[in-house]
Structure formats: C-alpha cells, structure tokens
T-cell receptor, first 113, second 115 residues
Framework: GESVGLHLPTLSVQEGDNSIINCAYSNSASDYFIWYKQESGKGPQFIIDIRSNMDKRQGQRVTVLLNKTVKHLSLQIAATQPGDSAVYFCAERREAAGNKLTFGGGTRVLVKP | DTGVSQDPRHKITKRGQNVTFRCDPISEHNRLYWYRQTLGQGPEFLTYFQNEAQLEKSRLLSDRFSAERPKGSFSTLEIQRTEQGDSAMYLC?????????????FGSGTQLSVL
C-alpha cells in the first residue's frame, strides 16, 4: 500500500552534534512534504516544508533534503540541543488525493547532555 | 495566543457515552482538519472543512462520528456511543494556503480515554 515511513524509530544524539532523520515515501505522485516535531502532550509543530520541485531547503538550524529518485526525505538538525528531543514525523501530500497529509510513524530523537 | 485551540485537553468517559470536542482554528485560516493519533503512531486523517463545507471524510470516520463547522469558524467533533477503541488523541489543525500548498498548524489535541 501507499505509505510514508521512517527508517529509525529512535535516534540518540549527543548535544551539539548534528542529527539526521530519514523518511521513505512510496508514492511518486507526492508533491509536497512537511516535517513536524511533536513533544510529549502536545500537537505536532510545523518545522519545515519542501515542494517536489526542490531538492533542498534550509531553515534555522534545519535542512530538508528530498531525493525523488529514491523517494527519500531527510531532516538534518544542526548542533542538536536538549530542546530538540521529541518525536519527528514526515508527512506527504498528493494533490490528486486531496489536500490531506499522510503521516509516517515517527522517529524519537533523544539528545544526551 | 493566536494558535489553534482545542477543548477539553483531556476527557475520560465510560463506554457508551457521547463526547464532544471543540476546535478553534487560527482566525484567518479557512480550512480545518481533524486527525486522530494513537500512542506511537502518526496522526491519521479523519475529515476536513473548507469554511463550513465538509469536503472529505476518511473511512476511519464511522457513523458514530460527526463533525460540524456551522459558521466556518470553530468546529466540533462528536463521538456517539463511545467504544474503548476510540481512545486516542484527537487533533485539530487549520491551514494556510500559500500558492496552492497548505501548511497545517495543529492544536494540542484532546486526549480521550474510554473506560
């Protein structure tokens, strides 16, 4: 079936190091992707988005890379901080299927001091 | 606070009871979404509105579930005859359309526990 998934369920990273979270998607018609951060007891928080006509987009301390050839998306967090500890979700949208986002299963990032 | 607001934050109910949740979206957003999330999983789409019109419903949304957005502003999600399997976090999101691409902004959710 069509799905958005993540390679690693848990990622432990030392404070100050860079983090890379990966996401695979299966539908080549997906045209828009968003990364969300979710802290315990809170709703998902928008981090960064990327359209399918782009390969890379940068925000504050975050970079999203999109490889459409292998249907792979990654989120890079520079100089990871304790406040980055959370579950990260990638979500995809296919315009032909309406505007709803389909979410993957999430990766938990644990930042060690 | 100008974010998406949901009420209540937590709801505990007995099986068979009806519950209603409310969502107040960001004021300038015309689309409103409901998602459901269980522990360790990503949010699953339930339904969405554009203004007051309900445009799509997921197959997850059984006939016990009903959502309304009567004036195109706040929305309610009602679950009738709750079952233990309804226990989940119910998330509301509203969206800002930028050049045909929508960024969804989520509220903090309503955590439902059905005993």
């Amino acid at each position: 079936g069509e799905s958005v998934g993540l390679h690693l369920p848990t990622l432990s990273v030392q404070e100050g190091d860079n983090s890379i979270i990966n996401c695979a998607y299966s539908n080549s018609a997906s045209d828009y992707f968003i990364w969300y951060k979710q802290e315990s007891g809170k709703g998902p928080q928008f981090i960064i988005d990327i359209r399918s006509n782009m390969d890379k987009r940068q925000g504050q301390r975050v970079t999203v890379l999109l490889n459409k050839t292998v249907k792979h998306l990654s989120l890079q967090i520079a100089a990871t901080q304790p406040g980055d500890s959370a579950v990260y979700f990638c979500a995809e949208r296919r315009e032909a299927a309406g505007n709803k986002l389909t979410f993957g299963g999430g990766t938990r990032v644990l930042v060690k001091p | 606070d100008t974010g998406v607001s949901q009420d209540p934050r937590h709801k505990i109910t007995k099986r068979g009871q009806n519950v209603t949740f409310r969502c107040d979206p960001i004021s300038e957003h015309n689309r409103l979404y409901w998602y459901r999330q269980t522990l360790g999983q990503g949010p699953e789409f339930l339904t969405y509105f554009q203004n007051e019109a309900q445009l799509e419903k997921s197959r997850l949304l059984s006939d016990r579930f009903s959502a309304e957005r009567p004036k195109g502003s706040f929305s309610t999600l009602e679950i009738q005859r709750t079952e233990q399997g309804d226990s989940a976090m119910y998330l509301c999101a509203s969206s800002l359309n930028e050049g045909g691409y929508e960024k969804l902004f989520f509220g903090s959710g309503t955590q439902l526990s059905v005993l």
